[in-house]
């Protein structure tokens, strides 16, 4: 394994990399140190030939395109709203979720002018709307995005749904679904080209592991 590049893998730190780490560490692919709390950053397997390193969940898709990373694990919500260069290799079938449209229980679009629309997600939204010729307003919020039509800044919101708690506890509701988001497996184009038989190797011992 000595003389073998290490494969780097981008991590998206919480609950969704802890999910992934385990599928990983079941693979084979353990490093029993990433398990121990504290504030490292990067962890290395020589054994398994990887190299495992947390990054906020919307950057590991920059570390993958720019090749900091081999491979990564992301949102597909991220994928669709940043539309980076990289391979996708595979479906995780975990994190799943979905991106939807939600406004107040009384919203009726009355077409009059654009809409105005909250989201972290503005491409994805602008894609939505462009799709169905309706003029919008984007107004791009950074987190809370349920407060916005609760407070009359904009008319709906376009975000994540997941059990749909944060919706129901704030009196709102789902009135479009957008996609299915789950998270994948992506890999930076030109690593791929060289370390094909390595990512295949995770690639595929991370599918047989799939629950679904
Ligand atoms: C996400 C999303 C919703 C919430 C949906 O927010 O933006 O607010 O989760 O989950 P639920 O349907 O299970 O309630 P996140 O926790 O990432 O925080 P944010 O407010 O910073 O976007």
Redesign the pocket.
Known sequence: MSNKKMIQIALPKGRLGDKVYEMLDKAGYSCPEILEGGRKLIFESPETGVCYFWVKPSDVAIYVERGAADIGIVGKDILLEYEPEVYELLDLGIGKCRMAVAAKEDFRDDKAGPLRVAT?FSHIAMEHYLDRGRDIDIIHLN????LAPLLGLSDVIV?????????RENHLHVVEEIVPISARLIANKASYKFNQASIDRITDALAAGKEN
């Open positions: 972290k987190g809370s995005i349920e975000d994540i749904v997941e059990t749909g708690t944060t919706l």
